[in-house]
């Protein structure tokens, strides 16, 4: 009972799902975040709760799915997370259609074509009266003599989709201005947020980072920069790092004898702390019967030792090239 009275007092909107419980109070202060959490979450399952017993007492339809409930329209307007796009500022030909009272009139996405006797597109690929499907073009009496009249039209093509790029690019500027420039504009521009309108400036290098940026520049070269031209009032780059030393190849009193004493040092620190590996005598012990053995069976097998009469005869039995001798 007490469990229908509180849902009674909770203001459900199933337009948006939402409820909320206006006499809602903690009895007691909670005393850690924990305890905070969990009276919240057990607050937050009885709003729930009282959701779905509102949307489960609505009329429903069977489908295969399952049953399904038509919402009804929300009661609560919910802020919007930006504001209302701005409206963009009319474009000179905008302008011009106005003074003039022209109107923009639906045209026709299909068109016969005289050429290929089929319909095409007013405009885009494939569309009707395209250049590369007319093979004969009517002289005029503005034509110069010997030019070509097809290359006069791809020129006057390119001159026109010129002039409408400079004409977009113009309307952007002026969009830019107010504040409004398309959706996918502002997604391209990396300096400008979704809103349309440029609230962080980029920011202006510092000095050092400029002097950073010239250094790497400078010693960008195989050199290090040693043989480049300097700019007047150019500082010599900084070399934070260690500079490595190497020895001569040739041995000599310098660093040639420096060198000598390294290597004998690092194999004398090898040698002392692992001397143990380096000499297996277990190994070589094995190793020196194992060839011991093996010399005695080889000894064994070609007859070391033993008398010639003990030797088997190998007998040969290549026939003889004498003829035999026959008697009468």
């Not at 400008?192 to 400036?201: D, F, H, K, S, V």
């Amino acid at each position: 009972m007490e469990g229908a009275m509180e849902e009674s007092s909770y203001q459900i909107d199933l337009g948006n799902l939402m409820a909320y419980d206006p006499n809602h109070h903690f009895q007691s202060i909670p005393s850690s975040r924990e305890e905070l959490e969990k009276k919240c979450l057990e607050k937050g399952t009885e709003l729930v709760q009282a959701i779905a017993n509102s949307v489960f007492s609505l009329p429903s339809t069977e489908d295969r799915d399952g049953p399904l409930v038509k919402l009804p329209p929300p009661n609560t307007k919910l802020p919007r997370e930006k504001h209302l796009p701005r409206p963009k500022p009319p474009t000179k030909w905008e302008l011009f259609a106005k003074a003039k009272g022209i109107q923009n009139k639906k045209k026709d996405k299909r068109k016969w074509d005289e050429q290929t006797h089929t319909w095409k597109r007013t405009h885009g690929y494939d569309r009707v009266n395209d250049d590369k499907d007319i093979p004969i073009l009517d002289a005029k009496a503005t034509d110069e003599v010997g030019e070509d009249p097809f290359a006069k039209r791809k020129t006057e093509k390119k001159e026109r989709v010129k002039k409408q790029e400079k004409n977009r690019l113009q309307n952007l500027k002026q969009a830019a201005k107010v504040g409004a420039l398309p959706s996918h504009v502002q997604l391209a521009a990396t300096s400008l947020p979704i809103t349309g309108m440029q609230n962080e400036a980029r920011k202006k290098a510092s000095k050092q980072e400029l002097e950073s940026v010239a250094g790497l520049a400078s010693t960008a070269t195989a050199s290090g920069g040693k043989f480049d031209k300097k700019v007047p009032g150019e500082k010599p780059p900084k070399h934070d790092g260690k500079f490595r030393t190497f020895f001569a190849v040739a041995e000599g009193k310098g660093m040639g004898s420096q060198e000598k004493q390294q290597t004998d040092k690092v194999l004398n620190q090898v040698l002392s702390k692992s001397s143990h590996e380096i000499l297996d005598v277990n190994k070589a012990v094995t190793m020196y019967n194992v060839k011991s053995e093996k010399q005695r069976h080889r000894e064994k097998r070609s007859g070391g030792g033993k008398s010639d009469k003990f030797k088997p005869k190998n007998k040969s039995f290549k026939k003889s090239s004498k003829k035999p001798f026959n008697k009468e």
